[in-house]
């Protein structure tokens, strides 16, 4: 069954503080094949927050995480995210659209620090198969 277009534009609850540790990036660069020398972490560290995000509007929406594929992922930072960052992350549906019984959804979401300060924002396009695929 198709999304319904009123979910564009809906901004869903902000994900629980996420404290940014040492350990934590370096947890994450080993994961991605690289070595952490310490300093800020990588471009692609604000995908943590950002999944989090995604996994909550999937739940909420009852949209079943397997029929989801990830079409594409940007990042613009304000400032980079570093060890001692306290971070959240809200999800906004930005677009929906219908495509040979798929629903292609584009989500925003905005990290935030502790001060409320944008610290960088997310663009995902997220591709809901349809019917039995």
Request: glycine fraction near 10%; charged fraction near 20%; proline fraction near 8%.
């Amino acid at each position: 069954m198709p999304i319904d277009q009123s979910l564009v534009g809906r901004v869903f609850p902000p994900t629980p503080p996420r404290a940014v540790t040492e350990e934590d990036v370096r947890d994450f660069v080993t994961a991605t094949g690289g070595e952490y020398a310490g300093g800020p972490a990588p471009a692609t560290y604000p995908i943590v927050l950002a999944f989090g995000a995604m996994n909550a509007f999937l739940e909420a929406e009852e949209i079943e995480l397997h029929r989801i594929v990830h079409g594409e992922q940007r990042f613009a930072y304000e400032r980079p995210v570093v060890p001692g960052d306290v971070l959240t992350a809200t999800l906004t549906v930005s677009t929906l659209r219908q495509i040979a019984g798929n629903d292609i959804i584009g989500t925003t979401s905005e990290i935030t620090d502790e001060s409320g300060a944008l610290v960088c924002s997310t663009a995902a396009t997220l591709v809901h198969r349809g019917g039995e695929a």
